[in-house]
């Protein structure tokens, strides 16, 4: 969602640590509202972490 060419629209918030977007944006992005839902409020505590032991180098 972050990186690649479809990640229009999406940004990351560093207090909460989580992804956002519009809705319009999760709705295009995922078919069913019911499985963006999931995402939309779903916080990443480690994100930083797990990023750089997982990214590409």
Request: aromatic share 16%.
């Amino acid at each position: 969602m972050l990186s690649g060419k479809d990640n229009s629209g999406f940004g990351w918030d560093e207090h909460k640590h989580m992804v956002v977007a519009e809705d319009a944006v999760w709705n295009s992005y995922i078919s069913s509202p019911k499985a963006a839902s999931q995402f939309r409020n779903c916080s990443f505590p480690y994100y930083d972490q797990l990023t750089s032991i997982y990214a590409k180098d």
